[in-house]
C-alpha cells in the first residue's frame, strides 16, 4: 500500500497522496476522506477547516496512526504511520513523529494519574535516564506549558479544562514530536482560555519547530495558528491555500459560505441559509 | 404502546432480518445446550450403565432398558442423535423408578409451576413498578427511604427464607393460609394453596424489580427532555406518565426480564419447601434419587423455558424503544 | 507519639468521609462472621455435630443461647460452625469466577475481532444455564455436596463478570487517554494491564461483593434442597431445611437464626460492593 | 411599550456546596419584541438567568428578588400562575435537541402534545399548527417529518422542530438557551435566520443565551455580558463592541482570534486565570483576580453603575470614552 520513501516524503513533515478512507455502516459504506493529498513542511502549520462530518478527524487520526488509509500514501517524517506498529522500537520511532492532542479535555487524561505521573508516562518511554533526568525533564515540561506544583501533583478531575489541555500538548511534547496534530483541541474551552491554548501553541511551534497539523471548524482561530490551511468538505478537500489569503478571498462557494456563516458585522443568516441551501440543493 | 402503523418499508425489513437473526441465535443456544446437557453423562467416571443404576434395583431387564433407552452399545454421536431425535417428538425417556415416562411426569406436574411462575410474574411487575414508581416520585422524603430499606431487606430475603418465616406466620401463628401441597379442592383452594408460595418466590425479585423501576424513573426525571416537558407546563400527570414511566419502561423490562425468567428455576424451592407438586420438585427429587433421566429431562426444558424468555424480553425491546432497531443491540 | 498519630488520624477521617454508616456497619458485620468462621473451632459452645436428646427444641436459655433443635444440638454452635461453610463456598464461587472472567472479559474487549465474536459467543450460551440449575446438574452427575456445586456455579457466575468485563474494556479502549498512551508507543500488554485494568478493576471488585451475596444464596438453597452440605455437617441452608419440622412443632430458633444469618450477610455485601461502585463513579 | 421580562436583583444560592450564590443580583429587562443577548463563559449564569423566566430553579436553592414574565412574578409563583406563563406566555429553546426531545414519541407529538394536553387545542388544530410551523421553519417534508421519530432526524432538524414546538402558541417572549452551539456554523447561521424572521414575524422578544459574543452582536439589540453569577456590563450591542467598558467585555473581545487576522505588531490578549468556581468567593469584584487594571479598591464590591445612555457597568474603573457616573444602584 505505502511505496518506500523517496526524499521528497523525508524532506515532508507530513505527505499525503491520494489518502482514501471508508467504513462499513451495516451495509453501506461511508466514505469519509476521498482522493486526499497535501503536505506540511517540517516546523509548518497547516490548518485543516471544516464542519461535521467532513473528515478532517478521520484525517487526523490517520496522520497519527489511529487508523490507517484504504488506499493512497500517508507518511510523516518519511514513513508510513501504522495501527500496529511491530516492536518496541518501531512503536517508539512511530511516537516520536506524531501526536495527538484531542478534543475532551475530560477524557483525554487517565483519570487516576497525575499530571506529573501522566508526564513521566511519556518521558519514561522515550529516555532510559536516571530519575533525576526524567524529573528534570517533566519539570521542564511542566513551566513549558504553564502549569505550577500545585496543577503538577493533582489528578485530572482537580484541574480545570485549560489546564488539562495543558498537560495533554507537554505529553505529546514529551517525546519531541516532528508533527503535533490537535483535533479541535480547544473548541471545548471558554472563549478567554481558548486565548490562552492558542498562545501556548504560537510559541511552542516557535521555541520548539513542531510543525502543527491543526483541525478545527473555527477559521478565525485557524488563522490564527496556522500558515496555510484546507478546507474539506464531504470527505473531499474543496479549497486550499495560505491561511489569510484563504479567508480572504474564498473561491470554492462552500468556503465563501462557510465565511459567511460566521457571525461578524454586516451578518445577513437569512441570505447565508438561502445560500446554503442554494448550495446543497446544487450539488444534488 | 406505540403501534407502528406506518412505518417505511426499509425498516420493516431490517427489524424483520434482526428477528429472524435473534431467532437462529435462539436455535443455537438451545442445540448447544442440548448437547451440553446430553454429554454431560460422559462426565461420570466408569460405566454410565453402573452409575445410572446406583441406587437402584440393577435387574437385568432394568440394565437392558437403560442400554436401550440411552443406545449406549452405539457411538457417542448416535447415541446424541437418537437423544435429541426422541426429545424433539416430546420423548424424554423412561424415570428410574418406576419407568414411567418423563414426558408424562413433566405433563402432569409443569401446569403447577407454571401457575406459580405466572401468578408470581404478576406479582412482581404490578407490585414492583407501582412501589418503585412511587418511590422515584417521593424522591428525597421518608417513604422513599422506607422503600428502599425494604427493598434492601427483601432483596437479601431468598425464596426459602422467605418461605419459613411466612409458614412461621401465617400457618403456625396465624393459622391463616395452608402451608403444604396444593389441596384437593377447585381453583380456589388451589389459589389458597398458592397464596404462601408465591409471596415466597416474589420477595427477592420484587425487591429487585422496585429498585429498577425507581432508579430507571429517577434516571429518566433528570432527563433533558422531561426539563422541556415541564418547562412548557405539560400537566405533572402527562410529564410523569408519558416522559418519565413511559421512557423507563425499556430499561425496566431489560433487567427485570430476564429476572423474572429466572422465577422459572427458583420455583423450585418454593415447591419443595410448600411440597408442592411442579416440576422443581421433580427436579429435587430426581437430584436426590440419582433418577438421571428426570434431572436431564428437566433441567433441558428449564434451560428452554429460561432461553426462550429472554428471547422474548430481546424482541419486545425494539417496540418499547424506536431507536433500536436490532433485538440484538437491545442487550 | 500524638503529633504522629494525629495526621493518621485525620486521614482516616479523610477516607472514610461520605461513606454511609451502614456500609461502614455492614463492612464491620462481615469482618465479624468471617472472624467466627474462622475461630468456630475455637468459640463454639457445644459441639455443633452432637446432639443430646435431653434437651431437644429448647427456647433460647443461658446454657443455650439460640435454643436447640429437634436432636438436641445447639443452635448457636450450628450457626458459627456453619459459618465457615456457608461463606467458603461463596468466596470459591466469586474468586473462580472473577479471575476467570476479567481474563476472558479483558481479552474479548481489548482483542476485539473473532476472538471477541468467539468468547461472547461462548459467554452467551453459558448465560442459558442459570446457576441453580447448572449447579443441580452438577449435583446429580457428580454426588451431593459443595465441591460439584461450587465448581458449577462458579463456571455459570463467569459470564456475568466477563460481560462486565468486555463492556468497560471496549469503553475504555476507545477513551483518548488510552489512544494517547498507544500514541506514546507504551506496549499493549503495559497499556491494558498496567494503566487500564487499575482503572476499571474497583468496578469489577464491586460486582464481585454482589456476586458474593447471590452466591451465596444461591448455595445455601442448595443445602436448603438437601442436595449440598449434608447433616450433621452445620450449614445455614442446611440448618433451614432441618429446622422446619422444629419450626412447626414451634421451636422457630434452629431455622430462624441461620435464615437471619444469611438475610445480614447478604445485605452487608450489598451494601459494600454498592458503596464500592458509588466511590468508583465519583472518581472518574 | 411594555416589557415581557422584567428581573430585577434576582440572587440564587445553592443550599449546599457553593461559596458563592450562582446569581448575584441579576438585573435585566426585555421589553416586547425585543432582541437581548445574555453573555457568559461556562459558570456565569446565564442559563440560570433564562431558566428563571420560566420559573425553573436549579435543585435545592434560595431565591430572592423578582422575575416577572408577561407580568406575572415567578418567585414563589402559584401552581397555575407557572401553568399560564409556561403554556403559552414564554417558550424555550435548549441548547440539545437530541437530548430535549423525547426519544420515544414522535416529533409530531412533541410538537402537539402541549397546546393539546395543556391548552386544550383540538388534534386537527394543533396538528395544522404544527404543520404551519415546521413549513415556516423550512424543513423540507413536514407531513412526514410528524410521524418520524426524533432519531430519524439530523441535529439541525431537530433543533427547528424544537423552535418549531417553543413557537406553537405564538408566546411574547422566547428563551434561546445556547440554542445553535451544537450546530455547524453554515447550520447555525440558516438557523439563526430562520429564528429571527420568525420572531420578528410573530413580534415575539427573545433571549438569546450564548457564550459568542460575535453572534450575540449579529443578532441582538442590547447585550448583557455576565460573569461569576453577575452581570458586568449591558449597552446597546454597537456601543459594547466599540466601546467595551468593563475590563472583562474588553478581554472577552481581545480573545478572540479576529476573522480578517490581527493587526500588524498585535498578538492575541488572553484573560489570565480561569473562570471563577462556585468554590470561590472573592470578598469584592468578582472579576478582580484575573483583571490587569486591579486597584485596592476592587477589593470592595462595585455595584452596577449607569455609565452613559443605556449603559451600565459593573466596576470601579471601566476603560473607555464616558467616564463613570454617579451610582444608579449602590447596593451593598
Known amino acids: 500500500m505505502n511505496a518506500v520513501p523517496g526524499p521528497a516524503e523525508r524532506a515532508q513533515a507530513v505527505l499525503a497522496q491520494g489518502v482514501h478512507k471508508s467504513y462499513w455502516v451495516g451495509p453501506t459504506e461511508i466514505t469519509a476522506v476521498r482522493d486526499v493529498s497535501f503536505t506540511v513542511r517540517p516546523g509548518g502549520a497547516l490548518g485543516i477547516v471544516g464542519e461535521s462530518g467532513s473528515g478532517k478527524t478521520t484525517l487526523a487520526r490517520m496522520v497519527v496512526g489511529i487508523e490507517e488509509p484504504d488506499a493512497g500514501t500517508l507518511t510523516v517524517a518519511g514513513e508510513p504511520m501504522l495501527t500496529r506498529p511491530r516492536g518496541a522500537s518501531a512503536r517508539v520511532a512511530q511516537a516520536k513523529r506524531a501526536q495527538m492532542v484531542f478534543q475532551d479535555p475530560y477524557l483525554s487524561l487517565d483519570p487516576r494519574r497525575t499530571a506529573r505521573q501522566s508526564l513521566e508516562d511519556a518521558v519514561r518511554a522515550h529516555t532510559s535516564g536516571t530519575r533525576a533526568d526524567i524529573d528534570a525533564r517533566v519539570d521542564e515540561l511542566l513551566q513549558h506549558v504553564g502549569l505550577g506544583e500545585r496543577e503538577a501533583g493533582a489528578r485530572p478531575r482537580r484541574l480545570s479544562g485549560g489546564q488539562r489541555q495543558r498537560v495533554a500538548i507537554a505529553r505529546a511534547l514529551a517525546v519531541d514530536p516532528a508533527v503535533l496534530v490537535l483535533d479541535e483541541a480547544v473548541s471545548a474551552l471558554d472563549v478567554s482560555v481558548q486565548a490562552q491554548i492558542l498562545r501556548l501553541l504560537v510559541r511552542v511551534r516557535a521555541e520548539t519547530g513542531v510543525a502543527l497539523l491543526f483541525v478545527s471548524h473555527d477559521l478565525g482561530v485557524v488563522r490564527y495558528v496556522c500558515d496555510d490551511a484546507l478546507v474539506m468538505f464531504r470527505g473531499e478537500i474543496v479549497e486550499r491555500g495560505p491561511v489569510g489569503h484563504l479567508l480572504d478571498h474564498p473561491e470554492h462557494p462552500y468556503t465563501r459560505l462557510l465565511r459567511a456563516s460566521i457571525p461578524q458585522e454586516g451578518w445577513d443568516p437569512e441570505a447565508i441559509g438561502q445560500a446554503r441551501r442554494d448550495f446543497l440543493a446544487g450539488l444534488g | 404502546m406505540t403501534s407502528t402503523p406506518t412505518r417505511a418499508r426499509p425498516r420493516t425489513v431490517g427489524r424483520a432480518r434482526a428477528v429472524l437473526r435473534r431467532l437462529g441465535s435462539l436455535v443455537l443456544t438451545l442445540w448447544v445446550a442440548s448437547f451440553v446437557v446430553f454429554a454431560s453423562l460422559s462426565l461420570v467416571p466408569g460405566d454410565p450403565t453402573a452409575w445410572l443404576l446406583r441406587g437402584h434395583n440393577p435387574s437385568p431387564q432394568a440394565r437392558a432398558a437403560i442400554r436401550e433407552q440411552y443406545h449406549l452399545d452405539e457411538p457417542f454421536l448416535v447415541r446424541y442423535g437418537h437423544w435429541l431425535g426422541g426429545v424433539l417428538h416430546g420423548d424424554f425417556g423412561r424415570s428410574l423408578r418406576d419407568r414411567a415416562p418423563v414426558s408424562h411426569l413433566l405433563a402432569t406436574q409443569l401446569p403447577t409451576t407454571l401457575t406459580l411462575v405466572a401468578l408470581s410474574g404478576l406479582l412482581i411487575t404490578i407490585v414492583g413498578m407501582t412501589v418503585g414508581a412511587y418511590a422515584a416520585l417521593r424522591h428525597g422524603r421518608v417513604s422513599e427511604r422506607v422503600v428502599l430499606l425494604l427493598v434492601t431487606i427483601g432483596f437479601a430475603t431468598p425464596s426459602f427464607v422467605a418461605a419459613i418465616v411466612l409458614k412461621w406466620i401465617f400457618a403456625l401463628k396465624l393459622g391463616i393460609f395452608p402451608t403444604f401441597g396444593l389441596g384437593d379442592g377447585g381453583w380456589g383452594d388451589r389459589l389458597q394453596h398458592l397464596a404462601l408460595p408465591t409471596v415466597a418466590l416474589s420477595v427477592t425479585y420484587l425487591a429487585l424489580v422496585t429498585r429498577i423501576t425507581r432508579s430507571a424513573m429517577l434516571e429518566q426525571l433528570s432527563r433533558d427532555h422531561v426539563e422541556v416537558a415541564i418547562a412548557r407546563g405539560l400537566p405533572r400527570r402527562q410529564v410523569i406518565w408519558r416522559h418519565v414511566f413511559r421512557n423507563a419502561l425499556g430499561p425496566i423490562l431489560t433487567v427485570s426480564g430476564p429476572n423474572i425468567a429466572a422465577l422459572l428455576v427458583s420455583s423450585m424451592i418454593v415447591e419443595y419447601a410448600f411440597g408442592l407438586p411442579g416440576i422443581g420438585q421433580l427436579l429435587v427429587s430426581a437430584a436426590d434419587t440419582n433418577d438421571f433421566p428426570v434431572v436431564q429431562a428437566i433441567v433441558l426444558v428449564l434451560v428452554a423455558a429460561f432461553v426462550i424468555a429472554n428471547t422474548l424480553v430481546d424482541l419486545v425491546y425494539p417496540l418499547l424503544d424506536p431507536t433500536i432497531t436490532s433485538p440484538q443491540a437491545a442487550r | ?284 | 411599550m411594555s416589557d415581557v421580562l422584567e428581573i430585577s436583583d434576582l440572587s440564587v444560592t445553592l443550599d449546599q456546596g457553593a461559596a458563592r450564590p450562582i446569581l448575584d443580583g441579576v438585573s435585566l429587562t426585555v421589553a416586547a419584541g425585543d432582541f437581548v443577548a445574555l453573555v457568559g463563559e461556562s459558570g456565569s449564569g446565564k442559563s440560570v438567568t433564562s431558566r428563571a423566566a420560566l420559573g425553573l430553579w436549579p435543585g435545592q436553592a434560595t431565591v430572592s428578588g423578582s422575575v416577572r414574565s408577561c407580568g406575572v412574578e415567578m418567585v414563589g409563583a402559584s401552581a397555575s400562575d407557572l401553568d399560564r406563563v409556561r403554556r403559552g406566555q414564554v417558550g424555550m429553546v435548549f441548547q440539545d435537541p437530541r437530548a430535549g426531545i423525547n426519544p420515544v414519541r414522535r416529533i409530531g407529538d412533541f410538537l402537539t402534545e402541549g397546546p393539546q394536553l395543556a391548552l386544550g387545542w383540538s388534534a386537527e388544530r394543533a396538528n395544522a399548527r404544527a404543520l404551519e410551523l415546521l413549513e415556516a421553519v423550512s424543513l423540507p417534508d413536514p407531513k412526514r417529518h410528524l410521524r418520524q421519530y426524533p432519531h430519524e432526524l439530523s441535529g439541525g432538524m431537530l433543533q427547528r422542530v424544537m423552535i418549531a414546538s417553543a413557537l406553537m402558541t405564538q408566546p411574547a417572549l422566547l428563551l434561546c438557551d445556547e440554542a445553535t452551539t451544537a450546530l455547524d456554523v453554515t447550520t447555525q447561521a440558516e438557523i439563526v435566520g430562520i429564528l429571527t424572521t420568525l420572531c420578528v414575524d410573530l413580534g415575539t422578544a427573545v433571549l438569546f443565551v450564548t457564550h459568542d459574543l460575535d453572534l450575540a452582536a449579529a443578532t441582538c439589540d442590547r447585550i448583557a455580558v455576565m460573569y461569576a453569577g453577575q452581570v458586568v456590563e449591558s449597552g446597546r450591542a454597537e456601543d459594547l463592541f466599540e466601546d467595551p467598558h468593563h475590563p472583562y467585555t474588553v478581554g472577552l473581545l481581545d480573545s478572540r482570534p479576529p476573522l480578517g487576522g490581527l493587526a500588524p505588531d498585535t498578538d492575541l490578549q488572553a484573560i489570565p486565570g480561569t473562570p471563577l468556581s462556585l468554590a470561590e468567593s472573592p470578598a469584592g469584584c468578582r472579576f478582580a483576580t484575573r483583571c490587569q487594571a486591579r486597584t485596592p479598591q476592587c477589593e470592595t464590591r462595585p455595584g452596577l453603575l449607569a455609565d452613559g445612555v443605556q449603559r451600565l457597568v459593573r466596576c470601579w474603573h471601566p476603560s473607555g470614552s464616558t467616564p463613570a457616573s454617579t451610582p444608579s444602584g449602590a447596593r451593598s
Open chain 3, 1 to 284: 507519639m500524638s503529633a504522629l498519630a494525629e495526621p493518621a488520624l485525620k486521614r482516616l477521617r479523610q477516607r472514610t468521609r461520605g461513606i454511609s454508616a451502614l456500609s461502614i456497619v455492614s463492612a464491620a458485620i462481615l469482618v465479624i462472621f468471617v472472624v467466627l468462621a474462622l475461630a468456630s473451632s475455637w468459640i463454639v459452645p457445644y459441639d455443633p455435630t452432637a446432639g443430646d436428646f435431653t434437651a431437644i427444641l429448647q427456647d433460647p436459655s443461658a446454657e443455650h443461647w439460640l435454643g436447640t433443635d429437634q436432636q438436641g444440638k445447639d443452635v448457636l454452635s450450628m450457626l458459627i460452625g456453619g459459618a465457615w461453610t456457608s461463606l467458603l463456598g461463596p468466596l470459591g464461587v466469586v474468586v473462580v469466577s472473577t479471575v476467570l472472567g476479567f481474563v476472558v472479559g479483558m481479552v474479548a474487549g481489548w482483542r476485539g475481532g473473532w476472538v471477541d465474536s468467539v468468547l461472547s459467543r461462548g459467554m452467551d450460551i453459558l448465560f442459558a444455564f442459570p446457576a441453580l440449575l447448572l449447579a443441580i446438574l452438577a449435583v446429580s452427575l457428580f454426588g451431593k455436596g459443595l465441591t460439584a456445586a461450587t465448581v458449577a456455579m462458579s463456571i455459570a457466575y463467569l459470564p456475568y463478570t466477563a460481560r462486565l468485563v468486555r463492556g468497560v474494556v471496549l469503553q475504555e479502549r476507545a477513551r483518548p487517554y488510552v489512544l494517547a498512551y498507544k500514541g506514546l508507543g507504551l506496549s499493549d500488554t503495559f497499556i491494558a494491564v498496567r494503566r487500564v485494568l487499575p482503572n476499571i478493576a474497583p468496578l469489577v471488585l464491586a460486582q464481585s461483593a454482589i456476586n458474593f451475596g447471590y452466591a451465596l444464596l444461591d448455595l445455601a438453597a442448595i443445602s436448603f434442597l438437601g442436595l449440598g452440605v449434608q447433616p450433621p455437617e452445620p450449614d445455614w441452608g442446611a440448618m433451614i431445611n432441618g429446622g422446619q419440622s422444629a419450626l412447626l412443632a414451634g421451636a422457630p430458633y434452629a431455622a430462624l437464626a441461620p435464615a437471619v444469618a444469611i438475610v445480614i450477610v447478604v445485605i452487608a455485601f450489598n451494601e459494600v460492593g454498592e458503596e464500592l461502585a458509588d466511590r468508583i463513579q465519583g472518581i472518574s
